[in-house]
Structure formats: C-alpha cells, structure tokens
C-alpha cells in the first residue's frame, strides 16, 4: 500500500477553496469579471437543478481569471477519467528519465486514452507505478487525489478541484509536463473515438478545439459513476479567444444516459456563457448501445 493510499484509508483530507471562489457568494468568481462569473455560477446552479444523484463541478477560465467549483472537494471513484492522470505520469517518468516514449508507451498510451482501453491502461499503471504516480499528484498540487488501498487504478479517489489542476498542466507552460509533452495529451484526447465524445464537449460553439477524457462506471451493479474533464481552446465566431476546463464528476445517478445528461447540461451552461451572446452550438450526445455497459475500469459487482 502506498503512503498516500493508507493516509487515505484514515482520514478525508480538507478541502482547499480558491480563494478567489471563497470571497463570492455564488460557486463562480472573478475579480476581472466579476458580473460574468456570477452569471456562470447561477446557470450552473440552475443546470443542476432537480437532478437525481451527487454532482460536483469545476470550471477555469483562464482568458478571464474565472474559477468556479460546486462541491469541488467531494470525493469520487475515479473510474477511466484517471488514465488521464495515468498518462500525465508516464510523460513526467519519460521526462524524468530523459527519452521520448517508447513505441510500446506509445501504443498503449494511444489505446487507452482514445478508445479508452482497460488493458493498456493497466499495463501502463504497473511500468509507471503507483509510488511514481502518487509523487506525480503531489508534484501536480493534486492533494486530494487518493490511490485505492486495493490498487485498482479504477477506484482512485478523484475531486474536481484536482482535475482542474491536471488540465492545467495540459494547457499552460509549466515545469512538470514538458510543452512536447503536453502537445501529445491534449493531441490524444482530441483523438478519442466517436462514441466517447460525450460530456463536456456538447454545447461548444463553432471553433472551439475540445480535448475530453471520460469516466462511466457502475458500482454493485447499480447506481453509475459518470465524469467528463475536457479542456476547450480557440475562438468563437466573434473571434474571442477561448482557453477553458470543465470538470463534472457524479455519482448515483440511475443510469449512464442519465448522469451523461447532467454532464452535458453544465457543459452547454458554460460553453454558452464563456462564447458570449447566442451562438450556432454543437448538438447534445445521442446514446449509443455503450452508453449501458461499463468502461471496465472496476470489475463487476465490486
């Protein structure tokens, strides 16, 4: 068990608001744009409305210094969303070693990021290694990010606030992913097949870029688990620039479809408030036959 996985089997860490989120009263702050975030905040708030099951939300505009989080400290199974975090550690294990990836990282990598391959993803987590991966979280300020006692990948202890933090690094320079390196994540994650585009990106305008990884997992053969972190670049039809994430993780929503629905609700309420006025968008999701079966990331009745 490593460090990190035992001090979480004892206590919940605390959770860290942005102080910029902590000064407002609503879940979005700005001192730039101030009227902006509390329009965003209060979309978001109304997105949520009525919907069964747990949610959390995290969102960073970085153009205009808005940060927002709805129970952004709440703990969640990770379920497939983590291979983003996976591949993060690979390419700092890479960086700290200084090579490229192997063709065999590289396969791998590609498998389990766009088609979100189990297989590749847990040949990639035993070459990495959970001590590896838990000095990443820490190098990365992922404070609350836990490793699962058992050692299943799957059932990391993820927030939305963390998550943000990941898709920082993807998105900005900084010392701990190499710019190359950052390059060949968002480019993977703006690969991922057709049927796994679900979730945040629904909503976004015309010439915004997405870059999504999602999570769908049933836990006890019940109620699902269902995430989408993505990160959003570009310009608008007004050439605004754009340089954003949205995260929603939820919990014991009654089916996939369901928690897909919520995510994509968030997504269109911020896309919508961060592209200004109204704008031709991007249609919502259409289920597909995987939208019921798990992503495999925990086996069945566990």
Known sequence: MSRRAAVFALVLLPVTVPAEAAASDG????????????????????SLDERAGV??????????????????????DSASVVKATILAALL??????????TASERSRARKMITRSD?????????????ARIARFLDRAGMTHTALDPGGRWGLTQITANDEVKLLEH???????????????ALGLMH??????????PAGRPT?????????WLPRHNRYWRVHSIGAFDGHDLDRHGADYM?????????????????TERVARAVHRTLNQAKRPMTDRSIPNETWETSDGSVPPGV
């Open 118 to 130: 189990n297989g590749a993803a847990s040949s990639l987590w035993r070459s990495v290694g959970p």
């Open 246 to 262: 949205i995260v929603v993780l939820t919990r014991d929503t009654p089916s996939m479809a369901y928690g897909v629905e919520t």
């Open 170 to 184: 993807f998105t900005s320079h900084n010392a701990l992913l190499p710019d190359k390196a950052r390059a060949y």
């Open 207 to 215: 010439g915004i870029t997405w870059h999504v990884k999602n999570g």
């Open 27 to 46: 879940p979005c702050a700005s001192s730039a744009h101030p009227h902006i975030a509390e329009r965003l905040g209060a979309r978001i708030e109304r």
């Open 191 to 200: 690969e991922v097949v057709p049927s796994q585009r679900w979730g945040t």
């Open 92 to 101: 700092r294990k890479a960086a700290d070693e200084r090579r490229p990836l």
């Open 55 to 76: 949610e959390s939300v995290a969102v960073y505009d970085r153009e205009r210094g808005i940060r927002c989080a709805v129970a952004g400290g709440r703990h969640y």
